[in-house]
């Protein structure tokens, strides 16, 4: 059974925090551990921070806080490369890392009360929130959403699964500031019980396996991701798929007002209040009330029919917050993209060949290294593979003969897809043990084949995570860019 935990938050006022024991479990390196400890700094907690990862591993966010925090820093108890059970046992109140269960663990069932930086957040402002989750799309549709707010001139912020910790901006947030959340499944599974999230707009983006060595099934994984319309009333507004099973269930359940985006013409559009849909053309309407629809999208940077999506589901969230039809065209034609995801962010030349290269680390579904691929008109070439997360890479296998041509780094899900490949006939350029082993034969590759035109699109899109060879997805995109800058150059 999922742990529910008790409603609201073990803190009224940030004031209560001050002279607080509270310990921290997971420092980590991608900033929601070190967002906590200089929040609850400043609020005058007394402080045990512990984390498995020794203090080597975590010298870079060790420095940071050393640095920012000056002498007091020696007021915080660190307890590196091990979890000592008395630190939970004495604490007022433990901060919970949303990538460690609950169930089973001994440490978090010592503890008297657990927040999250984002319970915390939660309860101690004021801000309207702008929520997001689902499996594909989330970050960069929460991305375009608060792209699309800044440029229209709201004071509007974004955090969340997207690694920024909602706390560095809490003190900036008001009745007037948007804040826009990413929320994954387990982040939405530490706010069960507590009341705490109504969002004045949801939307769930398209619902696919994911996260099933953890979850071990769809029913348990989409029970958390429900978690995100369960306190919303009936003032608030909920957008789902219409095109999906999943969407259609989320709209029977959520007490908010539903709203709809699909990839193609409504039948009975006149029944929606509010909706946006795509033509055969992949040209973007809004549709604002039984009698009238506009369009809205039809031109965009960014490449890939799933991309335009996620922009036009932002504009959507726009309307609703009362920005003019012509205002979010123009805005939102000129989205940019983000990092990691489907990101052109280097241009070269190998002989005769002009090459884009896209980083789509942060496509570690199958399902993502598909989409990927149909972004593009002509074949890409696909660099792609890692570790499997108990997933099926049928999805991958069934559109890899779209790509000119694959390289694949070694892992489980790597082996795991090689038998589907072998099934469909599609030939793999090799399997490689690191970037600068499968990059280096690339280049040379681009130097001496025939099979390459004057110009090639070349993405990242593993499919996979790849957490043995990276630290997250987000280092394996950095470090992608970085080793293709040096040998490309």
């Known amino acids: 059974m999922p742990h529910i935990y008790p409603q609201g938050s073990v803190f009224n006022t940030i004031q209560d925090i001050k ?38 591993d975590l010298e870079p966010t060790l420095i940071s806080l050393k640095k920012d925090l000056g002498e007091s820093f020696s007021n915080i108890n660190f307890v590196l490369g091990k979890h000592e059970i008395s630190d939970f046992e004495n604490a007022d109140c433990v901060i919970k890392n949303p990538g460690v269960k609950f169930q089973g663990n001994k440490f978090l069932e010592a503890a008297k009360a657990i927040e999250t930086d984002l319970s915390l957040f939660l309860q101690f402002t004021k801000a309207p929130i702008i929520a997001v989750t689902g499996s594909k799309g989330k970050s960069s549709t929460v991305s375009a959403i608060y792209y699309g707010l800044k440029e229209a001139g709201f004071n509007a912020f974004l955090g969340g699964n997207i690694t920024v910790s909602p706390l560095t901006f809490l003190e900036k947030t008001s009745e007037q500031t948007p804040v826009v959340l990413e929320l994954s499944s387990w982040q939405l599974a530490d706010l069960r019980g507590r009341g705490l999230l109504k969002p004045n707009i949801t939307l769930i983006t398209k619902i696919v396996p994911d996260h099933q060595n953890w979850y071990g099934n769809m029913e348990s994984y989409v029970a958390d991701k429900k978690l995100i319309y369960a306190d919303q009333d009936h003032n608030q507004y909920t957008i789902c798929n219409y095109d999906e099973d999943w969407g259609k269930i989320f709209a029977s359940e959520t007490k908010g007002k539903v709203l709809w985006y699909s990839t ?60 003019e039809d012509a205002k979010i065209t123009s805005i939102m034609e000129k989205y940019p993209g983000i990092e990691h995801r489907l990101e052109n962010f280097f241009q070269t030349q190998v002989g005769s060949t002009k ?36 997933l099926d890479f049928t999805p991958f296998a069934e559109n890899a003969h779209k790509a000119k041509a694959i390289y694949l780094l070694s892992g489980t899900g790597t082996d795991k897809l090689l038998p589907l490949l072998k099934e469909k006939n599609i030939h793999i350029q090799g399997i490689f043990d690191s970037l600068d082993e499968l990059l280096l034969e690339l280049k040379q590759d681009l130097e001496k084949s025939a099979n390459f035109t004057e110009k090639e699109n070349i993405i990242f899109s593993p499919g996979a995570t790849s957490f043995g060879m990276f630290k997250n997805e987000f280092d394996r995109g950095n470090q992608f860019k970085s080793k293709v800058k040096l040998i490309f150059s």
Do not use: W
């Open 19 to 56: 002279n607080k024991k509270i310990t921290i479990m997971g420092l980590g390196l991608n900033g929601g551990g070190e967002a906590c400890v200089r929040f609850l700094h400043k609020a005058g907690a007394i402080l045990t921070v512990t984390d498995m990862k020794s203090e080597k």
């Open 355 to 390: 090459i884009n290269f896209y980083n789509d680390s942060a496509a570690t579904v199958p399902d993502a290294t598909a989409a990927a691929i149909n972004a593009f008109e002509n074949p890409p070439v696909l660099i792609a593979g890692g570790t499997d997360k108990n």
């Open 264 to 323: 193609a013409p409504y039948q009975n559009k006149e029944n929606f209040s509010k909706a946006v849909y795509f033509d055969e053309n992949h040209v973007g309407y809004l549709v604002k009330s039984p009698t009238e629809t506009v369009k809205i999208l039809e031109n965009t940077i960014v490449p890939g029919f799933h991309m335009k999506q996620n922009i036009l589901n932002a504009c959507l969230v726009l309307h609703l917050m009362n920005v």
